[in-house]
């Protein structure tokens, strides 16, 4: 009996949300991401966007959530052979009921549908749009998708985009990219303020990486492997490139990203020197959020770090997560908030058109406001569609 679907468990644990690995990086002696695409199953469209074919569909069949396992019946081995053989295949109501696991049936009712509108649409990013309409876009009701699909439209998407080799993305954009589809935990250590893979953190901090032996070995009390987590830095960064062309990527979630954007020196003398660090993890944060809206909107924004919000002339804000949300919609109404739950905004943004008359008249000229908050158990979950569903544009006619 399989433990769980595609959107819980099966055997084996929680699956994490990787796709196949793909070569983006030239030279490991730079820290910068210059080679050519290189994207199994996904074809560049003069936009831009990309589209779907048979290999990309078998690379989803082909995950654990999906994979067969020694009790699997008759139906499902002959309709994994079907789709591996012509994945964009139709396949009958009778031959998902003749599957006699429920969680297998309820994978591959999820699988189809996705499988079926993605093609539907044409391109990852297309499909990805339909789900999230902006305000008085015809709604498309409850998303009845699982978050694992979500996850690796963005991945995939985000690889494309930040391996365009006209505008190369260096390796701190590249594992700030990884919070817009993978959670992260929010530390801070010796003064830093450090973003870490959630799933990664919570696998150590439970089996020390040896996954089922690990936990086994916890639960004798037995001593676990300590295996160390990086700061990422120029040093290690060739070591980071390496681990994300690894097939073995997911040792790349590893690597911590240091958020601290700024560093304060005392002087003496009541004189303190503030200086932005080059290498922030939130600078390189917005730039990875500036060229996921250009995009997908076609505008140009720019997008850096801020430490407060002091604009009497406010109109506009956006939160990037549920928590952030909820309480830049708190400040901006007036309403007093406790100081512990000011404590978990990891950071404030300013946001601006480049081009003002891309924005609605009304507020045209002023900026954007964006947050970034944890959770109170210390998770960040980016939510990189509300920066496509509630920015000001301007309507087209």
């Excluded at 300013?350 to 964006?370: C, I, S, W």
Aim: include cysteine; charge should be negative.
């Amino acid at each position: 009996m399989k433990t769980g679907s595609i959107i819980a468990r099966r055997e084996g644990g929680i699956q994490c949300a990787t796709i196949a690995p793909m070569q983006i990086f030239g030279s490991s002696d730079s820290i910068h991401a210059t080679s050519t695409l290189v994207n199994p199953g996904l074809q560049r469209h003069v936009r831009g966007w990309l589209a779907p074919d048979d290999m990309f569909l078998r690379l989803l069949l082909d995950r654990p959530e999906l994979a067969l396992v020694p009790e699997s019946c008759a139906a499902e081995v002959a309709l994994r052979a079907a789709l591996q053989a012509e994945p964009s295949t139709a396949v009958a109501p009778e031959d998902l009921l003749a599957l006699q696991d429920a969680d297998v049936r309820e994978s591959y009712t999820h699988f189809l549908h996705f499988r079926d509108a993605l093609l539907a649409t044409g391109t990852l990013e297309a499909y990805y749009l339909s789900l999230f309409p902006r305000s008085g876009m015809q709604p498309a009701g409850r998303i009845n998708m699982p978050p694992l699909f979500l996850d690796l439209l963005v991945e995939a998407m985000l690889r494309n985009l930040l391996d365009d080799g006209g505008a190369p993305c260096d390796v701190y954009g590249l594992r700030a990219a990884d919070m817009l589809f993978r959670s992260q935990r929010i530390s801070t250590q010796d003064g830093q303020v450090l973003s870490g893979d959630q799933h990664t953190l919570d696998m150590l901090n439970e089996t020390g990486g040896l996954g089922d032996i690990g936990r086994f070995l916890a639960q004798a009390k037995a001593p676990l492997q300590t295996i160390a987590l990086q700061v990422l830095t120029d040093d290690n960064a060739p070591g980071f490139v390496a681990d994300w062309q690894s097939p073995r990527q997911g040792t790349r979630h590893r690597f911590l990203l240091d958020m601290t954007h700024e560093i304060s020196n005392d002087l003496s003398h009541g004189l303190v020197l503030t200086m932005t660090r080059a290498r922030s993890g939130l600078k390189a944060l917005a730039g990875v959020l500036q060229m996921w809206i250009q995009h997908f909107l076609g505008v140009a924004v720019t997008i850096r770090p801020l430490k407060k919000i002091d604009d009497a002339a406010w109109r506009w804000h956006v939160g990037l997560d549920a928590d952030s949300s909820a309480l830049l919609n708190d400040l901006y109404a007036g309403q007093a908030v406790e100081s512990a739950r000011l404590q978990r905004l990891v950071s404030l943004f300013r946001l601006d058109f480049v081009e003002p008359l891309d924005m609605r008249a009304d507020v045209a000229g002023k900026p954007v406001y964006l947050g970034l908050m944890m959770s109170a158990d210390g998770v960040v979950k980016l939510k990189p569609q509300n920066l496509l569903i509630n920015l000001p544009l301007r309507e087209l006619v």
